[in-house]
């Protein structure tokens, strides 16, 4: 394939390499093959040049956590106790959905990422093979999973085949885009014994599992009263963190959990926008990084949230815990530029080198406009960054070194398609129709 | 002066007064005549028509709390403890500004502004006729203040001064864009008998105050061991309180300062952002409203926040308080609404009706664009503005129904100009040099 020369203003390559001059990145088959300073000192002859003076090239950004088709339920209730959200808004509404519709709201949702400089993101609900066209259309990266509860018999054998028969279609389609997790829903919906049944699953398929945990004080204290220990430590107890998890949430924990979740390698979606629109709380990310445990950011579906912009949960990784714990140097740019990009991609067990922009890492890249505002002045490219550009400012957008954004306009969707159908589904799904 | 017609996608007349279907807004000489649903009944001879059936028209939203040239200290410090911030970063740059800095840093602020739906934004800070020169310039509505400070003979004679002279001669300038409050910093920067010589002033002047009040807990504390008593009360004993009064912050207060705050019709600059970067902590907000206090949102400078986006706020405003309250009812997307547009123009004593679009209101109208990702679906319009609109789909701001910005193109200023002089500025600041 075509080696592509990206020349770019200025360049992240990760956290701690950022070259605030000029310089490139070039690739070939969807991986960074160099990156430098100043300009490309090699030949060019076949190569394709893109140049971006007036844009900084950063990673693109991974969202850890979300459920992509709940797009179509953006707004349905908000301001509501969460009982009350979910008996009489959202429940009602996604047992109207249908394939089509999370088909089109997964487009949906990959339209609004890629606008807002995601690359890669994790989705779980159902009707996933819909989903996962969606995801192979759009051309980003997806990681999967069908989410599974196990309340009686018929959902826990459904979700366990499912999720086989999504694996095995979908694991590694897309030129390797999209990956194939397995998705319990909770403790809360998922007994230990079908847990434990997942955690087979997953050895079986070699599948890491994506799980929500620990999100609500609720559900740590029913937790304690059915089962005399907390999600986390039941997740463990069932072998589920004996394998590769991801895990949602995680607002309430001990330090039991903590020491547990390092032990375990568990690696932790924090969903900061999400867990103070739904009230479930502040996630103790600090502690969690303080331990070393891995922390990446997500958006959460766009009915908590309400939009699936990561420079907004990014930013607000940075600043809500200073304000929360009254320390200013609580989560730093760094840390919270990492958590979007390298972090994610671990959250995610991506490829080697994802969420940089290092030699082998894959072409994922995010361009940001200079002539933004946002960027005057830049005594410290990075924090203009975390502190102060948007989705507004994201101009061009590359996965797998293939342009999904170019020049504000999406190249692989329909959106006037996609804004027609979601019209349609609207007048469906509207509470009272 | 000719009528201007506007006819838009859909309106929001205030947070009660939504309109999701098309309508229209009509205005002349920088006043709302008339405004309603479906197409204008009236003869259109003679009428300038603006068409934006793609757009959702609401009142531009109003900044309660800022220091507008501080955009040229954006990103010179982040993640650092409060007094190295200070003593390090911000007091040394300062100690380098001149006029002409904070003429190109106020544009640049007002640009950044515009662009994100702002009508109308208050400032405190130095070399205000420069200041105002700028603001007179963008076309925005200014809620101006000399900041003043009375630690020295000769800084309370000049901030008197100052104030005075910028009183009369920009107060109603600019067709009444401009007002001119005073500003005195804060009670730890200004002795008791200085804030009552500055409510003199107030009185004699008829001018409003704005000022820092409560900020951290470390003043609340300071001011408890020198004076005997908080901030709030402190300033009631000077007599401050008995003037018009907006303070920002007020994040640390007792019930007592709540109950005076009611009394005296004391206005709230509310930070979120800002108060958790600096890690302030987070603002009784809740408590405030309850009491019937009236809260608007401000941004803060751009050093502490950083950048002037309203909507970031808002949301902000929206999500911060249901996470920290654990209430998913707290601070709903009607309130947060009502404090950036209505009750904003109330904290800055502004005209009849600003803050919404009805009849005998300022046409300070911002459009955003309903094609966005953002707006699809739309159960609730306030709900999708409030929780996932943002500053990237505004497309179009009038001030006094003139238009400052149209399809995302400023139109009073010269952004290239503004560039090349803030860049030239950043050599100069820039910590070091």
């Not at 030129?175 to 079986?204: E, K, N």
Request: charged share 20%; net charge negative; hydrophobic share 40%.
């Amino acid at each position: 394939m075509t080696q592509v020369l990206l020349e770019a203003g200025s360049l992240v390559l990760s956290a701690d390499a950022v070259i605030p001059e000029p310089g490139y990145v070039l690739w070939q088959d969807g991986v960074i093959l160099a990156t430098g300073r100043g300009v490309y000192p090699g030949p060019r002859d076949g190569m394709e040049v893109v140049s971006r003076p007036r844009a900084v090239a950063i990673p693109g950004l991974v969202n850890t956590h979300g459920h992509a088709a709940m797009t179509l339920l953006r707004g349905i209730g908000d301001d509501l106790p969460l009982q009350a959200w979910l008996t009489e808004r959202i429940y009602p509404a996604e047992a109207k959905l249908t394939g089509e519709a999370v088909y089109w709201g997964t487009l949906l949702a990959c339209w609004e990422m890629i606008q807002s400089g995601t690359t890669c993101f994790t989705d779980m609900y159902f009707f996933m093979h819909d989903a996962a066209r969606a995801v192979e259309e759009s051309g980003l990266r997806g990681v999967l999973s069908w989410g599974m509860v196990g309340l009686d018999e018929q959902s826990r054998a459904s979700g366990l085949g499912n999720s086989r028969a999504f694996f095995e279609r979908w694991n590694g389609a897309a030129d390797g885009r999209i990956r194939v997790t397995l998705g319990p829903h909770a403790p809360y919906t998922c007994p230990p014994d079908y847990l434990a049944q997942v955690a087979d699953l997953s050895a079986a398929l070699g599948a890491p599992v994506q799980i929500h945990l620990s999100e609500t004080r609720r559900e740590v204290e029913e937790c304690l009263e059915q089962h005399g220990t907390t999600p986390i430590q039941l997740a463990e107890r069932c072998g589920l963190l004996q394998r590769p998890v991801l895990a949602a949430h995680c607002v309430h924990l001990t330090e039991e959990d903590v020491a547990l979740m390092r032990t375990r390698d568990v690696r932790v979606a924090h969903n900061p926008q999400s867990n103070l629109k739904l009230a479930s709380g502040v996630a103790p990310v600090v502690k969690l990084l303080e331990a070393g445990i891995t922390v990446g950011i997500g958006t959460d579906g766009a009915a908590s949230n309400n939009n699936l912009d990561l420079f907004e949960e990014l930013r607000l990784a940075a600043t809500l815990h200073k304000g929360v714990l009254q320390d200013a140097t609580a989560v730093t740019a760094t840390e919270a530029f990492t958590m979007a990009t390298a972090s994610g991609a671990r959250c995610v067990f991506g490829e080697n080198g994802q969420g940089t922009l290092h030699p082998g890492a894959p072409a994922d890249i995010v361009l940001l406009n200079l002539d933004s505002p946002h960027f005057l002045p830049t005594y410290d490219l990075l924090s203009n960054i975390v502190y102060a550009a948007g989705a507004g400012d994201v101009t061009d957008v590359f996965v797998a070194g293939r342009a999904l954004l170019r020049n504000r306009e999406p190249v692989t969707l329909d959106v006037e398609r996609i804004r027609h159908e979601v019209r349609r589904l609207e007048a469906r799904l509207r509470p009272g129709s």
